[in-house]
């Protein structure tokens, strides 16, 4: 999905929730993110997000998929297992859904976590590590520390950053 067809869906979902009469908020992460605010690769396959009310906003979502010849879950929560308690910006203020994004440092920890070495994913994180203007393998640490207990990072991810530093 390209930035104008996320964008697309995510005001076809905002509509939906109007007809409901119901109010929703959700977080954007991953590649949605990486399309939507940074401008950092033109698409991604899916919408991570978390979001509440969950069944009322997987119910729209489901009938929009299905409205638009998509998969029902276009928008899914199956990042939820790596989330954990972080700042979060303002990224669309609608008259039904409210859309927020993690800060670039909390994103760059996930998808370091994460620590899939799939070209998009090394991508991202390179994107990040010069957004945020970091010059070591011990920053990207310290910020992954700010978030996730070491016992969490895998030795993967170790070998992940410091193959990104070596390029």
Avoid at 68 to 73: A, H, Q
Avoid at 112 to 129: G, H, M, W
Avoid at 147 to 154: A, K, L, M, S, T
Wanted: glycine share 4%; proline share 4%.
């Amino acid at each position: 999905m390209t930035k104008e067809e996320i964008l697309r869906l995510l005001r076809l979902l905002n509509d939906e929730l109007f007809r409901e009469g119901i109010k929703g908020e959700l977080c954007l992460y991953g590649g949605a993110v990486m399309c939507l605010a940074f401008d950092a690769r033109p698409n991604t396959k899916d919408v991570d997000a978390i979001f509440k009310p969950s069944k009322e906003i997987r119910d729209a979502v489901a009938r929009i998929g299905r409205d638009n010849d998509m998969r029902e879950d276009w928008l899914n929560d199956g990042v939820k297992g790596f989330v954990v308690q972080h700042p979060q910006d303002m990224f669309l203020d609608q008259s039904n859904l409210k859309i927020f994004i993690p800060e670039a440092d909390y994103l760059l920890a996930m998808k370091t976590l994460s620590a899939r070495v799939d070209a998009t994913d090394k991508d991202d994180v390179k994107y990040l590590i010069k957004k945020l203007n970091i010059r070591t393998v011990e920053e990207v640490f310290s910020i992954l520390g700010k978030y996730y207990p070491q016992e969490q990072v895998r030795p993967a991810t170790k070998y992940f950053i410091e193959e990104i530093f070596q390029q």
